[in-house]
């Protein structure tokens, strides 16, 4: 039970006092308000009694009336300035216990100035104060009951009914208009700038695990011995006579019995080592080792995926190598493709020839929420389906009227792909022909050259950027691993919204009912949590929910209600 003393002088302010109590205890009913008045019995050591009261009240109010501090005693001498005065002693021992005090002026009292106070008592001076009106005097006591109050805003029950009453039309319109804005796309740059930072938390807090199915087998530009490969002209196109080198490493990578062997390159000039290349794709091919190439336009003549034609008819797989970005600038690159959608057919994306080899999509379509595979576990989930209406330079078969199959993977750090067990060089891979090797037996390899024009950012890389193909492999992870990262659907960011706008306007209602700005802290923690939660969700859950707008509901909703609020107190009084 909470418990408040009264501090007052009996030649100052008996009668307001005795009147403030009872007004109070209609109230409070459930606090326990000491009136040393009434409950000393005779014969009582009333210094103790006062002494046990006092230490144990959270709250002491000192009553102030127009006499208060210019009393008396017989010699002339103001009664505050006695060590001995009870009223001093009392405020002295509260403020010494550090209790919470509230001066209280009644009957047109004021609060002293701190030089008029001893040095004891002059913090009471600079303390908020409640003063009790003639006129405004049941509104004043209502507002005095609601500072005291420490457990619920039902301590008044006509504020806690028009709060109630307003928090049901409160929460509904702030959750709509916050939806509608959020689906005008006004803030799309903040959420955008939030799905980072969520990325970045999520993913670089906590490790990703990799696959042990999946290798990276990477091409360094470096010029060959007795080749004319240029390494700085090779920074945009790779000369052909590496295709010589893919072919001797596939070569070994299908002797040491690898599962699937994805290119992250796209050759589409002919050359003239382009045969030896189809023959080690048709050796692949015919000892059941699925293989890839990427692609990123279509033959204007054929409307088929462009490559070097000996490649094309040796066998492998082609796959999209697109990948896409979330937009704003910056180091948003966040999304690897399942599929793009070309008229009436689908054409896979590379990571997923990686996790299942060659694979066909009937059926798939803009309008479809997962992707059926031969083979997979379960259907994949699309994170998201972006249609075009224009022509991207970077990648050409993404044309207007095209649809981009995307899904978002989890980030792995540079170093974590980086790893000698996780990454190797192609040298030194066909240098181990006829060792004996078999650390590629049953993986998915994914071979990637380290050119200047397939560096990216990620949400995860502040210092330093990464290569495409290092992308590409946390694409094919995700797939490996069955850990793709979902938006939350509107309905889930419905929910959300409203949801944190009705717990905010409970956690108004059933806060303490003293000032609301020792508690501006509270919507902000629930902001703060919101993004925290996002966070969690992401990593833990693989869904990216955005906590911009739940957040904006919870301060939104908790400012109105205290504007209605402060305007309710107003008007009562």
Request: with cysteine; charged share 20%; net charge neutral.
């Amino acid at each position: 039970m909470p418990s408040v003393f009264i501090s007052y002088r009996h030649d100052d302010s008996f009668s307001s006092a005795k009147l403030l109590v009872e007004h109070l205890k209609r109230w409070l009913p459930d606090f326990d308000l000491f009136l040393d008045e009434s409950e000393i019995e005779g014969g009582e050591d009333w210094r103790a009694i006062l002494a046990t009261h006092i230490d144990r009240a959270q709250v002491v109010l000192v009553v102030i009336g127009t006499r208060w501090m210019a009393i008396e005693q017989p010699g002339g001498h103001r009664r505050l300035d006695d060590p001995d005065d009870v009223v001093r002693w009392e405020i002295a021992r509260a403020v010494a216990a550090r209790k919470r005090i509230i001066p209280v002026l009644v009957d047109g009292g004021r609060l002293p100035a701190e030089a008029d106070l001893p040095s004891a008592l002059q913090s009471l001076a600079r303390l908020q104060y409640c003063e009790i009106g003639r006129r405004t005097f049941e509104g004043d006591i209502q507002g005095l009951a609601r500072t005291l109050s420490a457990e619920s805003a039902a301590a008044d029950p006509a504020r806690f009914i028009f709060l109630v009453k307003r928090s049901l039309v409160v929460v509904p319109v702030v959750s709509a208009v916050l939806c509608a804005v959020a689906w005008s796309n006004l803030f799309a740059k903040v959420e955008i700038w939030f799905a980072n930072r969520i990325t970045w938390l999520g993913d670089g807090l906590f490790d990703i695990p990799l696959s042990d199915q999946l290798r990276i087998v990477s091409l360094p530009l470096e010029p060959r011995d007795g080749s004319g490969s240029d390494p700085s002209r090779e920074a945009v196109r790779l000369d052909p006579s590496r295709r010589a080198d893919f072919a001797a490493l596939l070569d070994e990578l299908v002797r040491q019995g690898a599962r699937v062997v994805v290119f992250d390159v796209t050759l589409t000039q002919e050359s003239s080592f382009d045969d030896r290349l189809a023959e080690s794709v048709k050796g692949a091919v015919a000892r059941g080792v699925q293989v890839g190439f990427g692609f990123k336009a279509f033959d204007a003549a054929t409307n088929q995926p462009r490559i070097a034609s000996a490649i094309a008819r040796a066998g492998a797989a082609l796959g999209v190598v697109c990948v896409g970005d979330r937009g704003g600038g910056g180091r948003n690159v966040a999304f690897a493709t399942l599929a793009l959608i070309r008229g009436e057919r689908a054409y896979p994306g590379l990571p997923l020839i990686a996790a299942y080899g060659s694979v066909q999509l009937p059926g798939l379509t803009a309008a479809s929420s997962e992707v059926q595979v031969p083979g997979a576990r379960a259907p994949i989930p699309i994170s998201l389906t972006e249609t075009f209406d224009e022509y991207a330079p970077l990648c050409p078969a993404r044309a207007a009227g095209t649809s981009m199959v995307r899904f978002i993977p989890h980030l792995s750090s540079r170093e974590a792909l980086r790893q000698p067990t996780v990454r190797h060089s192609l040298m030194d891979v066909v240098r181990s022909a006829g060792r004996g090797d078999a650390v590629f037996r049953a993986k998915t390899v994914l071979v990637g050259a380290e050119q200047a024009r397939d560096i990216l950012d990620t949400p995860l890389d502040l210092a330093g950027s990464r290569y495409g193909f290092e992308f590409q492999a946390d694409a094919v992870n995700a797939l490996l691993t069955g850990r793709i990262v979902t938006p939350v659907k509107r309905t889930g960011q419905v929910i959300s919204v409203v949801g944190v706008a009705a717990f905010a306007a409970l956690l108004y209602l059933s806060g303490p009912g003293r000032s609301r700005r020792r508690l501006a802290w509270v919507p902000w923690c629930v902001a703060v949590l919101s993004f925290v939660l996002a966070v969690l969700a992401y990593r833990f859950l693989d869904s990216l929910w955005s906590p911009v707008f739940p957040a904006a509901a919870c301060l939104v909703t908790w400012a109105v209600l205290g504007f209605l609020d402060r305007r309710w107190t107003h008007d009562e009084r």
